[in-house]
Every structure is written in C-alpha cells, then in structure tokens.
C-alpha cells in the first residue's frame, strides 16, 4: 500500500486529513513562509489528540540544513524528546554537513535519548548529490524513510531519480515522493514505486493581522476539498491494497 501524508500546520488540518483517508500527517509550522519549522507542544498535543498518527518536524530555524551551533542540536534535541512526549508517532529529520553529505552525529545529537520511533530524513537529501551513498548511510543509521523530490524543483521533474532511489533501496528504506505533487501526478509515482505519497494540499485564508500582525498575507490550511481529489486518485491508482476512508 501507498501511503498518504498530509503536511499539516492545525488541527483543522488535521482533522480534514484524517476525514478523506490520510494515513498520517506531517506537524509543522510557517509552512509556507520557510518550508515548515517545529511547531509548539501545544499544537502538537491538541493534533496528536485527533487520532492520526502524527510524524513533528524538527527544524529550527529556516535556511539551511547545516548546522554548526551546537545550541541548535541542543534545541532540536530537547524539541524532539518534547514532541515524544505529546504523542508524536513519528519524527522528521535533518542535518547536512558543509559539504552537504548525511550529517551522522548531527543526527545522532537530535535525536540523542530517542528510541523506537519512526524516523524521516527530510528533504535536505535533496541537497546531497549522491543520493545512493545517502540512502546507504540513513540505512545504516535506523532511518525508516526519507521524503525527496528525487533532487529536482517538483517530482514529477525527478521522476526518473525516485524511480533510482526505490531501486536501490530496495525495500530497505522507505522512499517517500514529495515536493511540488499534484493530483495528476500521483498515477505516475505510484508507477515507480514509491512507498508514501506527502504533499500540503493547502490554501491561503485571507486574514488580516493590521500593521503589526503581519500584513495581509493570511494564513494557510489544508484545502479539505484538494486533499480528498488526492485521496481519491491514490485509491484509484491503489486498489485492492487501499480501503475508501470511513
């Protein structure tokens, strides 16, 4: 079975995944503005309170994923052994070195104290030019998946590179497709085989915060209404492994 993830901010978001069928959600913050951040306890508790499994992201700041202040690593530890506590199923992960290869004991620091979980590698692979030698060290690092675009700008552009790296894996490491993922697209990366289908699915409520809140720009939520059109092709695409959700 092809799984479904929802990159969720809410718990309204959540709440829309799990009505059309997601099979888990991916917490995050500022999704939109920095490519999602670690949100607060709170939220995580009140999402994990939903029912769906929820994998938190543990990421800083935005930029990049090289991280050389040990304060950072602090954080994001003391950030992952907190979403652990509230529920979180799952955690998603990710440290580059300088030279943009798997930051081993970058890693290892975050999730320092952290057992039996479910662990993603975030899309910081996709800064890592072998992607080969990438999956065979989150392998041997106890890595259950890693989420990538296949290193292009959406995946229906790295098509070719996911359909490689579920090859080579091999079913030792989950490949997740995500980046840029349209309804149209989930026929074609459920043809290459990759394990999880991951896409926000989002829109911008209009909500204005006046001079001092932010401007105009409003805020995002799962369009409940996108997200069941790529519910519903996944199950098309899917059948007999997949069950309607309800």
């Given at each position: ?21 997601a099979d888990r959600v991916e ?220």
């Amino acid at each position: 079975m092809t799984a479904l993830e929802f990159a969720v901010q809410d718990v309204a978001g959540a709440l829309g995944a799990r009505r059309v069928g997601a099979d888990r959600v991916e917490l995050c913050a500022a999704l939109g503005s920095t490519g999602g951040l670690t949100p607060s306890i709170g939220t995580i508790e009140a999402v994990v309170g939903t029912g769906i499994p929820v994998h938190v992201l543990i990421r800083c700041r935005a930029g990049g994923f090289v991280y050389t202040d040990t304060d950072e690593l602090a954080v994001m530890n003391a950030d992952a052994r907190a979403a652990v506590s509230a529920g979180a199923s799952g955690l998603v992960v990710g440290a580059l070195t300088p030279d943009h290869q798997v930051d081993v004991e970058g890693v290892r620091r975050v999730l320092d104290g952290i057992d039996d979980i479910e662990l993603t590698f975030h899309r910081g692979i996709d800064q890592i030019r072998d992607r080969a030698a990438a999956l065979e060290t989150l392998i041997a690092g106890g890595m259950t998946r890693v989420l990538t675009s296949g290193g292009a700008a959406t995946c229906a552009e790295g098509l070719d590179e996911l359909a490689a790296m579920v090859d080579h894996a091999a079913g030792r490491i989950q490949i997740m497709a995500g980046g840029g993922i349209t309804v149209g697209d989930i026929p074609a990366l459920h043809r290459v085989g990759v394990s999880g289908i991951h896409l926000s699915a989002r829109r911008v409520i209009a909500d204005d915060g006046g001079p001092g809140g932010g401007g105009k720009s409003g805020h995002e939520q799962l369009d409940e209404e996108l997200a069941g059109a790529a519910a519903r092709q996944l199950l098309a695409v899917d059948r007999p492994n997949r069950q309607p959700p309800g």
